[in-house]
Every structure is written in C-alpha cells, then in structure tokens.
C-alpha cells in the first residue's frame, strides 16, 4: 500500500501577485507574508502596503484543530482551522460596525511548492484569489523580520 501524501507545509516568505488575484476592496500596492507552519501551528506575519505607501503589520496565528484568537485592528476575530485533504481550512469570526463577518479562507499550494493559493468561496469575501509566490531563499532573508 502506498504511503499517504504528506500534508503541505507554508513556511516561506510569500509576495502577493496582483495581477494574478482576485481581490475584494482597496487594491494594495503590495502584499508580503512570513508563515511559519510546525505543525500543528501556523504563525502568519502579514505587511499590507496601500497605494499611498503607508504599510500595516498584521499578525494571526492559528492551531489547526483548535479555536485561536486573534485581533484585527482592535476587533477580536476567532478562527478555527482543518485539513480537507491537502487544503488547509481556516474558518474565522469577528462582530465588527454592529454585524457578524464570516471568512472561510482554503489554503493550497501548488505540486512546485513555489505559488501559495487563498481563496474565499463561500463566506463574505467570496470571489477573493490571493496567488501569492515564494520569493527566492536569497531574497527572502530581507524580509525575515518584517
């Protein structure tokens, strides 16, 4: 009997192509995330840039089969996250300007390892493709500690 494929892991740096995504709302000028995933936890360190220039620094971890906490601007989300097969599942909650927000997010990766998709298909950002590419070992050391 063959053995079971191994679960993707998404560490890397990983930078947001626009041209590629779908996205819902502001268009940012550029996207950068550092993820640490050691199983069971992904640790998911996200720098925002807008048009202007002006950059937020986000950061959520999660605890594939547990409820985690987070907060977004203030806002305090909670999520809870599985596998489905070889995407990881992370579905999270927030009350925010007096209604409910659902984000059921499907994490993959591709059979290369080198482009990261997260896509919503059923929650309040269906429609929104984030294909996000792993910068080179040599390029991502500048961005370790964003």
Known sequence: MPDAPSLPNFTGIWKLNLEKSTIRGALPKQILMNIEHRDPT????????????????????????????????????????????????????????????????????????????MAHRDDDLAGQISILEKMPDADSEKFADF
Do not use: P
Request: glycine share 10%.
């Open 42 to 117: 992904v640790i998911q360190q996200i720098l925002s840039t807008d048009q202007n220039g002006a950059q937020q620094r986000q950061i959520f971890t999660c605890r594939i089969g547990a409820e985690t906490k987070n907060s977004v601007g203030g806002i305090e989300l909670q999520s809870g996250s599985q596998w489905n097969g070889q995407e990881l599942v992370i579905e999270s909650r927030m009350n925010a300007r007096g209604r409910e927000f659902y984000f059921k997010d499907h994490w993959s990766i591709s059979k290369d390892g080198r482009t990261l998709t």
